[in-house]
């Protein structure tokens, strides 16, 4: 066998066996989109549900609340940037960066410092490489996250919405995260989810209930301690569902990017397949012709020596 011949031999094994590997992470990450989806179609109730609630309660009441209402001159924003733990995605993370890159860009242009909360390990490394401070950073959960690590990343995100700037507080809470929309498409987006805007909350509000009675609510014991109560829960819930968003998002694009790399090796193999067998023709046509050229050289000695 000729060196050439053996080169494609060995690179057909290695796309071969590369090949096993993106088919079989396609059909797990297919297996876990189904499941993820079910999660953030569950989420989605009580998320709803809870801003009907504290919208009621914030637009029922002249309560004013920290977490409603708007600072005069707002001066630091927190971003909460949700990105994956891996890779093998396509441009899942990268285009979570971007849309955090181009939402810090325009809190600064507004005058506003920015701290950084990272969820994933892409998040973490592409600060860490610029070197850019990290106020806080969770990773380890973004494939299958539950609901006890929403609640532990918004529990500091509420208290520095909650404290004075001077004291490292933030006025603003904005959230970077993959919109699920379907299994080929994810959007990523920012959403501000402190102070809650109300005309925004009341219209998301209005259409999760269309063709609904809207609930009258009575606050007790006062509409400032259903706000304290609410109001965590409220964040807990954008998070949640924003991470089960991001984690659906993040197995359609594994999926998506898997069955590209699998389909691109299978057109590797049969390129190289023709390579080869263009290779074994060419041998075979040389050693025939090395047999009918040493044949007719025999031929020729033994006619000479007669």
């Known amino acids: 066998?000729?060196?050439?011949?053996?080169?494609?031999?060995?690179?057909?094994?290695?796309?071969?066996?590369?090949?096993?590997?993106?088919?079989?992470?396609?059909?797990?990450?297919?297996?876990?989109?189904?499941?993820?989806?079910?999660?953030?179609?569950?989420?989605?109730?009580?998320?709803?549900?809870?801003?009907?609630?504290?919208?009621?309660?914030?637009?029922?009441?002249?309560?004013?609340?920290?977490?409603t209402t708007e600072a005069e001159q707002p001066s630091r924003a927190a971003l909460l940037l949700i990105t994956s733990d891996r890779g093998l995605a396509g441009g899942y993370s990268s285009n979570v960066l971007k849309a955090g890159e181009q939402l810090t860009e325009r809190l600064k242009a507004e005058g506003k410092e920015v701290d950084a909360y990272i969820v994933g390990r892409k998040g973490v490394s592409y600060y860490s490489f610029r070197e850019r401070k990290v106020v806080e950073s969770w990773t380890g959960f973004t494939d299958s996250p539950t609901y006890a690590d929403a609640k532990a990343i918004a529990a500091p995100l509420i208290e520095a919405v909650q404290r004075d700037t001077a004291e490292g507080g933030v006025d603003e809470l904005h959230i970077v995260y993959t919109e699920f929309i379907s299994m080929m498409t994810q959007t990523a987006l920012d959403d501000r989810l402190l102070p809650l805007s109300l005309d925004k909350a009341a219209a998301e509000s209005e259409e999760s209930a269309k063709g609904e009675i809207l609930p009258l609510f009575d606050f007790e014991p006062s509409a400032e301690?259903?706000?304290?109560?609410?109001?965590?829960?409220?964040?807990?819930?954008?998070?949640?569902?924003?991470?089960?968003?991001?984690?659906?998002?993040?197995?359609?694009?594994?999926?998506?990017?898997?069955?590209?790399?699998?389909?691109?090796?299978?057109e590797l193999i049969k390129s190289l397949s023709r390579l080869a067998n263009a290779a074994r023709q060419a041998e075979i046509t040389q050693e025939i012709s090395e047999i009918v050229g040493g044949a007719s050289a025999l031929a020729d000695a033994t006619a000479g020596s007669d």
């Open 225 to 266: 301690d259903v706000l304290d109560a609410l109001l965590p829960r409220y964040v807990e819930s954008r998070i949640y569902n924003a991470l089960l968003q991001a984690a659906a998002s993040k197995h359609a694009a594994t999926r998506r990017a898997m069955k590209s790399a699998t389909d691109n090796a299978e």
């Open 1 to 67: 066998m000729g060196a050439k011949l053996r080169v494609y031999k060995r690179r057909i094994r290695s796309v071969t066996a590369t090949k096993k590997i993106t088919k079989a992470m396609e059909m797990i990450a297919a297996s876990r989109v189904v499941k993820a989806q079910r999660q953030v179609a569950a989420s989605t109730p009580y998320a709803s549900e809870l801003t009907r609630a504290v919208t009621a309660v914030a637009t029922g009441s002249n309560t004013q609340h920290p977490l």
